[in-house]
């Protein structure tokens, strides 16, 4: 298929997802009941930075005029994770303007939105019918972009171990705060944080802070997001959490909403926000840059606050080219 008429279809595709189609909407129905996680606002949400920063005509232009595409085609299985709406899109359309045979291994988590949008780009362009394959194996495949969980990741190295792969681990993001930080910046933190529930490995779940840092305004407008406790899941969180921690007597904040622990483990629990304290903020770029752990940084220093969740097209997962290791192949 030519690239121009490619990305054509993949502007199309962006108008379908943001129409009231009737199979759409029953696909989002569909992904609602299989995911207990999924709220139609994240739904909402996920489909919103999909359409403005991946499937727009002029930006997929430019992204695409840094790579030479490939000549010969494999067969690549994807597996993709079901953390948040459609997280294994970004995998599927680098797949997809490769040009390779794509064989998607699709999460029981999050699988109707990402077979709605096969089944949609087939019916336009029947020529994709050979190119888009959702598959129970993989057997077939010749290379491998798999996402999941740290236990996940040791079987997939074992797996795939004799062909070229992509595989992705536990990430999360952190923010660096240095107390200058505005009641609008604060409040566009809170989208980092919140957005998704924290489940995605773009949300903020660890801030960075000077000692003698006052928690006071933070916590006071985050107690505005108490809406999030009329979602059982959420609300089960933060009263699991607040019991262990009066238990074991851990020193923490809330706001009734979120849990504010310190600890310097950037990974922390639905409800809860860890936070450490540093005295070289040069010395704490330059560590959080160099780990494995983190997808993304957010403040002064790095991704502007409230951007963390709206990644461009060149924003790759754990900082791996996926569309120069699918046209390198």
Known sequence: MELEKL??????????????????????????????????????????NIVH?????ERL?????????????????????GNIPLVGFHDFLCGLV???????KLSSKDEYLMKHIAHQLVQWEPSLKEKIIIADTLKEATAYIATGSNNSARYFEQYFAKHPNIIRRNRTS??????????EELQSLAFDIFSYFGLGCRNVTQICVPKGYSFEPLLELYAEYKELLNFHK????????????????????????????ENDLPFSAVSVLHY?????????????????DI???????GIPFGHAQTPQLNDYADGVDTLKFLCEL
């Open 174 to 183: 952190v923010a660096v705060l240095d107390g200058t930080e505005t009641k």
């Open 234 to 261: 959420y609300k089960n969180n933060y009263d699991y959490h607040l019991a262990i921690y009066l238990l074991n007597k851990v020193p923490c904040f809330t706001n009734e909403v979120l849990l504010l622990v």
């Open 53 to 57: 920063q991946f499937l727009n005509k």
């Open 276 to 292: 450490r304290y540093y005295s070289d903020k040069d010395a704490l770029l330059k560590e959080l840059n160099n780990s494995n």
């Open 295 to 301: 997808q993304a940084i957010v403040g002064h220093d």
């Open 98 to 104: 490769s040009g390779h045979t794509l064989l998607l």
């Open 7 to 48: 990305i054509d279809l993949l502007e199309k595709l962006g108008k379908h997802l943001l129409s009231e189609d009737e199979e759409w909407i029953r696909a989002q129905d569909r992904a609602l009941n299989a995911n207990a996680w999924f709220t139609k606002e994240s739904i909402q949400l996920s489909v919103k």
């Open 61 to 81: 232009k430019q992204w695409l005029a840094g790579y030479t595409l490939p000549i010969s085609y494999q067969k690549i299985g994807i597996i993709t994770a």
